[in-house]
């Protein structure tokens, strides 16, 4: 993980009171669907510009096809990341595989396709610390097995939060594997609080937060480190922002630009030149 170090205190938004100030924690930098500030997101190009700048962890997004595949997109149609056109759980895997899922993002990336789970799950075998799929769409509580068994054939089962805004979904998913991670998404401030107590009652769960809520009011991250709740945020472009987090005790950053984080926070870098 990378650790941050030798920066003073920064300033909390106007009426808002932060939690005493503690040493500074290991952060992890989460690339968020892959390097997506460089290569088209949720492709395997995107995992592999990611996983070159020696990331803590990949972040990407799970929806199952018409034939039961799950496979590695954002919506719920491939309209804006392809050059196709309908949903994703209207179409066979075969069908979107034919798809061309790079174009849209760069010439250099024509003939990216859709993966499936299980080449993401190939891909960052060995080489990620910590993987975050976030389930998005399925049919049902059956889907929920075709998505944990490559998890865990490709020996991510320790090293997997699955996170998802339908807390029904991480529900399922915790009746189905009682010890794997999960996540709660929390995408507004009114949810916040339901999702810590349903982290404390699940035992195993962390939150992931729209880093902006924390921001606002920095007592809510004391109010999860006092119940032993680990935080992560998304999405942290920023490196002030970046700095605001890990004053507070915010120690999983979820980003798009993993080269200008993972600079600032003086982290390795493997090997392809350097970022933007």
């Known amino acids: 993980m990378s650790q941050i170090t030798g920066r003073g205190p920064v300033d909390s ?7 005493a100030k503690r040493d500074r924690p290991s952060v992890e930098v989460i690339a968020h669907r892959g390097y997506s500030g460089i290569a088209p997101e949720n ?80 891909a960052a075998a060995g080489r990620v610390p910590q993987i975050y799929p976030e389930i998005k769409g399925i049919r049902g509580e059956a889907d929920i097995p075709r998505i944990l068994e490559p998890i865990d054939a490709h020996a991510f089962a320790d090293a997997c939060i699955i996170i998802s805004l339908d807390w029904d979904i991480l529900r399922w998913v915790r009746r189905s594997n009682p010890q794997i991670m999960i996540g ?22 962390i939150l992931a937060c729209d880093y902006t809520i924390l921001l606002k009011e920095p007592r809510l991250v ?43 926070l003086g982290h390795g870098h493997a090997g392809r030149g350097p970022g933007p």
């Open 43 to 122: 492709t395997l190009a995107a995992f592999e510009e990611a996983i070159s700048w020696n990331v803590d962890g990949l972040e990407w997004d799970v929806r199952v096809s018409a034939d039961s595949v799950p496979v590695v997109i954002h919506d719920e149609t491939v309209d804006r990341t392809t050059d196709g056109s309908g949903l994703v759980g209207g179409m066979t895997f075969d069908e979107l595989r034919r798809l061309d899922a790079g174009s849209w993002f760069a010439p250099e990336f024509r003939g990216e396709r859709i993966p499936s789970l299980d080449e993401a799950l190939a």
């Open 184 to 205: 709660f998404i929390v995408e507004r401030r009114s949810r916040y609080h339901d999702a810590l107590r349903e982290a404390a009652d699940d035992g195993r769960a």
């Open 13 to 19: 938004p106007p009426g808002a009171q932060e939690p």
């Open 222 to 264: 004391e109010e999860a480190r006092v119940q032993g709740i680990t935080l992560g945020v998304w999405t942290v472009n920023n490196v002030e922002d970046a700095e605001r987090l890990i004053e507070l005790g915010v120690t999983r950053l979820t980003t798009n630009e993993v080269a200008r984080l993972l600079q600032h």
